[in-house]
């Protein structure tokens, strides 16, 4: 890379990936952008980012490519797929995956990525829609670690923690760990908060309680009120967190670990996915308490 700006080339622009690719266009780098569904990148576009009509297309000429898709086989496709960012991008290019995925596919990314003079670091985040929107993200990586000192620049225009976890996957598997956390996280608020109304509390008093003890947090803060007022918009997907789900039971089990908690959270959720709520945001549990008592015998 020169001494110029590297230019950067961002795949998926969904709820996060917008603000993260906005980030990065707006500290000058010059930006080449692809969304599955094109409408999601005119506002990037209108601004003046090279709108492209693949994946392969718009990594073919940056020195650092970003993707934030959905799904593990969504990263398999764009990034090893015929014509995919492996094979479409230039030597030297520094390719940052920063979807929640598979450590096992992050580890055959960045073997595939060295074998044509690429660099490759599996980065998840968490903070969501609104660490996103303020650049404040917890960036999770796996690779090289000089790679990472060649992109900590642009990692910081996203994130305000960025910490190498390891070798390749190792990102992953960190933000599986972190996923557990919150599965256990939202399953108490929950259930504390439907035991609170089933109960006759006041919802609004019963926040203020928690958030004045040690049972406050992030997670409460930010969607606690969301869950009492009924408010269902998502900054995150529950589709997005049962797959998460999903990835950290499946490494789990294959380490013999089981995870109690972290399958209760995903039976909930998956329920509600199967109620229509898939793309309801997680704060969305609160629905799985709200059936009425049933009547003493």
Known sequence: MSDMKPSVAFIG???????????????????????????????????GAVLCDSAGAAAAEADIVITMVGLPSDVDGIYLGAGGIVEAARAGAVLIDMTTSSPSLAVRIAAAAAARGLSALDAPVSGGEFGARDARLSIMVGGDAGALERVMPVLRLMGSTITHMGEAGAGQHAKLANQTVIAGTMLGIAEGLAYAGRVGLDLEKMLAVLGGGVANGALLAALGPKMIAGDFTAGFFIEHFVKDMGLAHAEAAARGLPLPGLESARSQYAKLMSGGAARDGTQALLKAYAAPPKAEL
């Open 13 to 47: 622009l969904g709820i996060m990936g917008r603000h993260m690719a906005g980030h990065i266009f707006a500290a000058g780098h010059s930006l080449r952008i692809y969304n599955r569904s094109p409408g999601s990148a005119q506002a990037l576009r209108g601004r």
